[in-house]
């Protein structure tokens, strides 16, 4: 424990003007902190390089082996205030007190008060931490590569650039993946204005040629025990082998959707209708034709508004006598054996897609106007999504004349007399209906990640095989696109290209490079004894009390990271390089056996101890705990202060790692204590979550029902423990927030029954 601390509190930024700092520095000395307090002291820049250095001095000349900082937010100056191996502890007198207060005259006092609540409440904090004792095993370096294709081989030589042992491994027989059969890409250089080669086969040259590369075709993970830099992989590549890995890059890629989902658009029904991707098979393949006859086509109509196909049912087999579903003879047997996914899914995956299928609809216009120079080519869309550089290339395709492109809704596809294809579209840029004669209509292809039906990992998790939830985000597993690109939802598994989200070739690229920075990242924190993003660096992780165990499971069935197994009697089987330091296990643990050395249980309780509570609510106010998550609701709330909103004197702010991190006894702790209401603000769950330990926030509304049940049998009112989620860009609901709960909750029920025990 922290027993010898300095508490130094900054007079800049306002604090100064606003707060009676010398009675802040007397009440510390005098109260009932002062025998851990020994050095108590004001600054009025306590960011400044003399301030600094008389802190230091002061670690020296006293033993401290913790620093209270009462001044600005710990999000703000984090890298000013360390010193070394003492802890450091921030109390937020900036933000959370002074700039966002909202006085009351009625109660005098009252922000004086706040800040002696913070300062006491922070100083309890330190005092309960200890100093991390990092866990710093025997790990391997070694970056297995999942998948042979474009954004796999980037990663692999990425890694060996790098100087990395790397393991790629492809279940295919060759290498290249989907990029092998295009038979070109969009531009990916200046002047971005044509479609050029894939530079596949060079890639493939350039890894079978590396030394540190592994190349393994023709092989399949049959599973993955361990934790990051731990790793054991067992391979099937013409026999088994385990080979010691570090970290993995999931580049699994993609495979076309349901084509039986464009049936309403004359897939299937009529032979001249085909996908992008198999007009990209003919493209590779060197010629161009019609299916129905082999002719070259002098019209050819891509569409990519698929519409039609969300609004008629999709037809399950073609009429006999319009002739069943006839891929060129040229396609490649892969786009043959696309698995059949649910329409639906088809749907969605499009809609991912939109920016694919604008900029393939341009590439494959061009090579009518390549392979067929008198062809004309019509682009007809619904939303033309060329972002960035790729506009030149939107525009060199409209400086075409042989290329016609419009905006349109496509109402029809229907066939001629004489077997050439009407396209009927409303709500073109000429205003009017209109009916396109082509020869052929090409249909966009959803990309579906690989890994939204397969297990493809093969994890040997307690949580399963695979990746849990996949069905939020239709199967690509990055588990936080905004905040924390390449992560999934298995420490230690960076995941890059298609598999993560629909992209063009030249962010493929980009994408391979920034998930092996990620997987050595991983490996040099458990390296170190660290953890990963989002709490990187930090040395701590969860110590068990196993005496007081009861097996229950809780904490390894609500570990969002599959860092915790059970062993063969039950018991909680840590593997600490798996943690990302939430603290989940610790809020979901009802014995209460499970805490970090600096983030546990009686840390929190003994800070909101801390809190003064009037006996009269109608003389001294209300009091309102709010345990807001670090990530989204705390940000959140400086960002509000930031921008002077203010909200009522009677709350309290603690932050915690994660919402998931709460646990029932500090509801306990606080309504014992006379607290009149408490909220728990954090990230938003559901089909559209935030939050950065993936179900924190979900695992706390579900507990909060557990939460009620107690509260009622004490014969406190449920509505007095409310949960709220705000994202980071929310600030200004934050005031609306707490005013709502202050007036429809505690004005409406009035003061805690336990006040004044």
């Not at 109260?31 to 600054?43: H, M, R, S």
């Not at 492809?170 to 250089?189: D, I, R, S, V, W």
């Not at 598994?493 to 997987?519: F, H, S, W």
């Not at 610790?586 to 499970?594: D, K, L, Q, T």
């Amino acid at each position: 424990m922290a027993e010898k601390l300095g508490v130094y509190i900054c007079e800049g930024c306002e604090i100064g003007k606003s707060l009676n700092v010398d009675s802040l520095v007397d009440f510390t000395k005098k109260g009932k902190l002062a025998g851990i307090c020994p050095v108590v002291k004001k600054n009025a820049v306590l960011c400044s390089p003399d301030a600094k250095a008389e802190i230091e001095a002061d670690i020296a000349a006293e033993g401290l082996d913790g620093v209270v900082i009462c001044a600005c937010s710990p999000r703000v100056k984090w890298d000013i205030f360390q010193f070394g191996a003492t802890q450091v502890e921030r109390v937020n007198l900036r933000e959370q007190c002074v700039w966002s207060f909202q006085d009351d005259p009625k109660v005098p006092g009252l922000l004086d008060l706040m800040a002696k609540d913070y300062i006491k409440m922070g100083t309890m904090k330190l005092s309960k931490s200890r100093i991390p004792t990092p866990d710093v095993p025997e790990t391997n370096q070694t970056i297995l590569v999942m998948g042979g294709g474009f954004t796999g081989l980037n990663a692999a030589l990425e890694a060996a650039r790098m100087g990395r042992e790397v393991v790629l491994l492809e279940k295919e027989a060759q290498l290249g993946g989907k990029a092998a059969g295009m038979y070109k890409t969009f531009p990916m250089g200046h002047p971005y204005l044509k479609a050029e080669d894939t530079g596949v086969d060079k890639l493939i040259a350039e890894v079978t040629s590396n030394p540190k590369i592994k190349v393994l075709t023709s092989a399949n993970l049959v599973s993955l025990e361990g934790a990051p830099g731990l790793y054991t992989a067992t391979i099937n590549a013409g026999g088994e082998q385990q080979l010691p890995i570090g970290a993995v890059v999931l580049a699994t890629g993609w495979v076309p959707g349901d084509k039986g989902f464009l049936a309403p658009m004359g897939y299937g029904v009529y032979k001249n209708v085909v996908t992008s991707a198999e007009f990209e098979a003919m493209a590779k393949a060197g010629k161009i034709a019609r299916p129905s006859d082999g002719k070259a086509p002098a019209s050819v109509a891509f569409l990519t508004d698929v519409s039609l196909c969300t609004k008629a049912a999709p037809v399950e087999e073609p009429c006999a006598e319009e002739g069943a579903e006839a891929a060129p003879a040229e396609a490649p047997a892969a786009a043959e054996e696309a698995p059949a996914y649910p329409s639906t899914e088809s749907a969605k995956h499009l809609a991912y897609s939109s920016e694919l299928t604008s900029l393939v609809a341009l590439k494959q216009a061009g090579y009518v106007r390549e392979k067929l120079g008198e062809s004309i080519a019509f682009v007809l869309y619904d939303h033309m999504m060329v972002p960035g550089i790729n506009e030149r290339y939107y525009k060199s395709a409209q400086d075409d004349a042989g290329i016609m492109l419009s905006k349109a809704d496509i109402t029809a596809v229907a066939q001629d007399s004489d077997g050439g294809l009407i396209v009927k579209a409303k709500d073109t840029l000429l205003g009017a209906d209109i009916e396109i004669k082509a020869d052929m209509v090409v249909l966009p292809t959803a990309v579906v990640p690989v890994t939204a039906h397969e297990a493809t990992m093969n994890l040997v998790y307690r949580q399963g095989p695979g990746f849990p939830d996949l069905d939020l985000f239709d199967g690509f597993v990055d588990s936080n696109y905004i905040c924390f690109p390449y992560e999934t939802r298995r420490t230690g598994v960076y995941a890059a290209g298609c598999v993560r989200q629909p992209m063009t070739l030249a962010n493929a690229k980009e994408d391979a490079a920034g998930a092996v920075l990620k997987a050595i990242q991983c490996i040099s924190s458990a390296n170190r004894g660290v953890a990963v993003h989002p709490r990187s660096g930090d040395l701590s992780f969860p110590v068990f009390n196993f005496q007081r165990c009861t097996q229950c499971k809780r904490c390894t069935e609500e570990c969002p990271f599959g860092a915790l197994d059970d062993d063969e009697k039950g018991t909680p089987k840590p593997n600490p390089t798996r943690c990302r330091r939430c603290g989940t296990c610790m809020g979901a643990c009802p014995e209460r056996v499970i805490s970090f050395d600096n983030y546990n249980i009686d840390q929190i309780g003994s800070a909101l101890k801390e809190v003064y509570v009037p006996d009269d609510m109608v003389a001294g106010g209300p009091r309102v705990i709010v345990l807001c998550c670090e990530n989204d609701a705390y940000p959140a709330l400086d960002m509000a202060a930031f921008r002077g909103k203010t909200w009522s004197p009677y709350v309290r702010f603690v932050p915690v790692r994660c919402l998931g991190s709460v646990n029932a006894i500090w509801i306990a702790d606080a309504v014992s204590k006379g607290i009149d209401g408490v909220i728990m603000l954090g990230c938003k769950y559901g089909p559209d979550y935030q939050c950065h330990f993936v179900k924190g926030s979900e695992i706390c509304s579900r507990r909060k029902v557990n939460i009620a049940e107690s509260l009622g049998r004490l014969g406190v009112e449920a509505e007095r423990v409310e949960q709220y989620e705000v994202s980071i860009d929310e600030y200004d609901k934050v005031p609306g927030i707490i005013e709502r709960f202050m007036t429809e909750v505690i004005t409406k029920f009035g003061p805690n029954p336990f006040k004044g025990y």
